[in-house]
């Protein structure tokens, strides 16, 4: 979903503005696929690609993008970095409590990433609960992390990154068990590293 800064809600002309001007400058996490700066060093990826048809309709044309590690792009909405978040995030009422969300335009699973052959035997994150010699991966700012929790992993099993890089290089490097974000997430990452 997209998330739209609270200004262009209460009517303090910050729509009317961007629509003058014919620019927006939206926060992305470089998340493939949801949202990242392709080749060209142009935002594109699901959430950009829907959030510039949108303003398309609205007469924003010209779209920048700030590219910040996931479990910024609130914050930074917040502090004013860019007018709006277009990147694979979750609704939830903790973030719903700090921005506005546009309706959401779709729904996807979680994913686990681990070694190859799976030498663990991991199936889920009662895989971690049963053993607790396991660790698993996750990005900082990601529901992920609250799915963790509440399946009752403890917090000395979680290693959290700051971004999806570093996760998936502890990976490789035998650092941790699993890797878990959103199954598009996980799907691509695997296939770009085989």
Same mark, same amino acid.
């Given at each position: 979903?997209?998330?739209?800064?609270?200004? *262009?809600?209460?009517?303090? +002309?910050?729509?009317?503005?961007?629509? =003058?001007?014919?620019?927006?400058?939206?926060?992305?996490?470089?998340? &493939?696929?949801? +949202?990242?700066?392709?080749?060209?060093?142009?935002?594109?990826?699901?959430?950009? @690609? &829907?959030?510039?048809?949108?303003?398309?309709?609205?007469?924003?044309?010209?779209?920048?993008?700030?590219?910040?590690?996931?479990?910024?792009?609130?914050?930074?909405? /917040?502090?004013? /970095?860019?007018?709006?978040?277009?990147?694979? *995030?979750?609704?939830?009422?903790?973030?719903?409590?700090?921005?506005?969300?546009? #309706?959401?335009?779709?729904?996807?699973?979680?994913?686990?990433?681990?070694?190859?052959?799976?030498?663990?035997?991991?199936?889920?994150?009662?895989?971690? &609960? @049963?053993?607790?010699?396991?660790?698993?991966?996750?990005?900082?700012?990601?529901? =992920?992390?609250?799915?963790? =929790?509440?399946?009752?992993?403890? @917090? @000395?099993?979680?290693?959290?990154?700051? #971004?999806?890089?570093?996760?998936?290089?502890?990976l490789e490097a035998g650092e941790v068990d699993a890797v878990t974000g959103t199954a598009a997430t996980v799907q691509r990452q695997v296939d770009a590293r085989s």
């Amino acid at each position: 979903a997209s998330n739209a800064n609270a200004n *262009m809600e209460s009517g303090s +002309g910050t729509l009317a503005e961007l629509q =003058e001007a014919g620019s927006i400058t939206i926060g992305i996490a470089n998340e &493939v696929p949801f +949202g990242f700066t392709g080749e060209d060093g142009e935002a594109t990826g699901i959430a950009p @690609d &829907v959030a510039k048809a949108v303003l398309a309709e609205l007469g924003i044309t010209e779209v920048e993008a700030n590219v910040v590690e996931f479990g910024q792009l609130i914050g930074g909405l /917040q502090a004013g /970095q860019y007018d709006m978040i277009a990147a694979g *995030m979750y609704i939830n009422e903790e973030r719903a409590e700090q921005i506005l969300f546009s #309706d959401p335009d779709y729904c996807i699973a979680e994913g686990l990433a681990v070694p190859a052959g799976n030498p663990e035997g991991i199936v889920d994150y009662n895989s971690f &609960v @049963d053993n607790p010699d396991l660790t698993l991966a996750v990005a900082t700012g990601t529901v =992920e992390v609250g799915y963790a =929790e509440d399946a009752g992993i403890p @917090d @000395d099993q979680l290693q959290v990154f700051a #971004d999806i890089d570093s996760m998936y290089a502890a990976l490789e490097a035998g650092e941790v068990d699993a890797v878990t974000g959103t199954a598009a997430t996980v799907q691509r990452q695997v296939d770009a590293r085989s």
